[in-house]
Antibody, heavy 119, light 107 residues
Framework: QGQLVQSGAEVKKPGSSVKVSCKASGGTFGNYAINWVRQAPGQGLEWMGGITPILGAANYAQKFQDRVTITADESTTTAYMELRSLTSEDTAVFYC????????????WGPGTLVTVSS | AIQMTQSPSSLSASIGDRVSITCLASQVIRNHLGWCQQKTGKAPKLLISGASTLQNGVPSRFSGSGSGTNFTLTITSLQPEDFATYYCLQDYLDPYTFGQGTKLGMK
């Protein structure tokens, strides 16, 4: 049974950066895409980008291309999403989602990490 | 980017009702369509992948259909736990895109 555990809530100042982690267990990490999704308060789901760790390179939504970096560490089965130049509009819950090789893509979701951007 | 137009945006129904939610893709996505359910304050849950494959543990009252550009999620005999927001998702081409969501409320 797969599981994703995300890092805890963060409060950040405008202009700063945040790095959210997503640790996977119970499946195969590395061969399967890990996606990151943003959900602003009361809004819908928005794909930010994803990475297949064994391939290394990440893909990003154009909207976030200039200020997001997604990485993965196979040795710790952890993926990371770093978002820079934060504004109040980045206040949101950030989710990771993957298959872990034992279910369909998007089957396993992390619980979400709330990032609040406030001066 | 592929646009996913989901309708309706909200829906009121009663226990035992049959409801349908549709998603229209702006271009052909074959069967690369998933449906997720999200309850307030919780992470989304994948119900259906590949347009029609029910995920393990998902009740059989949920079903998905469609291919190409037109897709439907149907819930037969609504249960209290089904009142939630539903999203379609295409992962045929990145950027992957979600529908705007359908909030299913109790009548």
């Amino acid at each position: 049974q797969g599981q994703l555990v995300q890092s805890g809530a963060e409060v950040k100042k405008p202009g700063s950066s945040v790095k959210v982690s997503c640790k996977a267990s119970g499946g195969t990490f590395g061969n399967y895409a890990i996606n990151w999704v943003r959900q602003a308060p009361g809004q819908g789901l928005e794909w930010m980008g994803g990475i297949t760790p064994i391939l290394g390179a990440a893909n990003y939504a154009q909207k976030f291309q200039d200020r997001v970096t997604i990485t993965a560490d196979e040795s710790t089965t952890t993926a990371y999403m770093e978002l820079r130049s934060l504004t109040s509009e980045d206040t949101a819950v950030f989710y990771c989602a993957t298959s872990l090789g034992i279910a369909a893509d998007w089957f396993y979701w992390g619980p979400g990490t709330l990032v609040t951007v406030s001066s | 980017a592929i646009q996913m137009t989901q309708s309706p945006s909200s829906l009121s129904a009663s226990i035992g009702d049959r409801v349908s939610i549709t998603c229209l893709a702006s271009q052909v996505i074959r069967n690369h369509l998933g449906w997720c359910q999200q309850k307030t304050g919780k992470a989304p849950k994948l119900l259906i992948s590949g347009a029609s494959t029910l995920q393990n543990g998902v009740p059989s009252r949920f079903s998905g259909s469609g291919s190409g550009t037109n897709f439907t999620l149907t819930i037969t005999s609504l249960q209290p736990e089904d009142f939630a927001t539903y999203y379609c998702l295409q992962d045929y081409l990145d950027p992957y895109t979600f529908g705007q969501g359908t909030k299913l409320g109790m009548k």
